[in-house]
Structure formats: structure tokens, C-alpha cells
């Protein structure tokens, strides 16, 4: 069992920046994706961006060039830095852990932190 906890949600002004963290409950990065998706209301739960155990990255191409995502594996810790933020990147946004095998998947969320893209 792995627990994920989001923290660095809020509100900010368009063209702001804010710094997510996913805090799992032990050491994960190794073997398993990590992923940041968002869901705005209304709306299914997309890809924000995700980093594989071998450390390459992949981002939504709404995000590129603006969202950076990257880990501290001696802290169990995964990062989503968001710069030049539009009123649509408003969403509750949820970290996803994942590990796939021939014969079983696991698949962990934490509980979403908002972020609110406003003047």
C-alpha cells in the first residue's frame, strides 16, 4: 500500500506560479510512474505529466514549456512547478502513482489539492 499527500495548492493570479508536492508514504521512485493529472469541473481527469523510474518526463501539450515536473527521491517527493498559470489550468490536481507488471497493476491517487487561476 502506498499513500500519496498533495500539498501546495491556492488561489493565484493569471500569469502566477505555484509549486505542488506529493509526499509518498515510502520509497516508491524506483519502480513505479509518477504522474500529476488534473480535473477541472465538468471535465474527466487528464494528464498534467508524469516522470517514469528511469526519470524520463512527459507533459500534456497544454502545459509545455510551463509546468515542470521532477522528484527528490531521498525525500519520497514529487514536485509540479507551475509558471505563466491561465484561468484554464484551474482544476483540482491529483497525484498518481503507478506500477505495472506482466501479471498486476497497481495504481495509487492522493486526495487532489486545488489550484484556483483567477484575477
Known amino acids: 500500500q502506498v499513500q500519496l499527500v498533495e500539498s501546495g495548492g491556492g488561489l493565484v493570479q493569471p500569469g502566477g506560479s505555484l509549486k505542488l508536492s506529493c509526499v509518498a508514504s515510502?520509497?516508491?521512485?524506483?519502480?513505479?510512474?509518477m504522474g500529476w493529472y488534473r480535473q477541472a469541473p465538468g471535465k474527466q481527469r487528464e494528464l498534467v505529466a508524469d516522470?517514469?523510474?528511469?526519470?524520463?518526463?512527459d507533459y500534456a501539450d497544454s502545459v509545455k514549456g510551463r509546468f515542470t515536473i521532477s522528484r527528490d527521491n531521498t525525500k519520497n517527493t514529487m514536485y509540479l512547478q507551475m509558471n505563466s498559470l491561465k484561468p484554464e489550468d484551474t482544476a483540482v490536481y491529483y497525484c498518481n502513482a503507478v506500477l505495472r507488471t506482466s501479471w498486476r497493476t497497481l495504481n495509487y491517487w492522493g486526495q487532489g489539492t486545488q489550484v484556483t487561476v483567477s484575477s
Open positions: 515510502r520509497s516508491i521512485f524506483s519502480t513505479y510512474t
Open positions: 516522470i517514469t523510474s528511469d526519470g524520463s518526463t
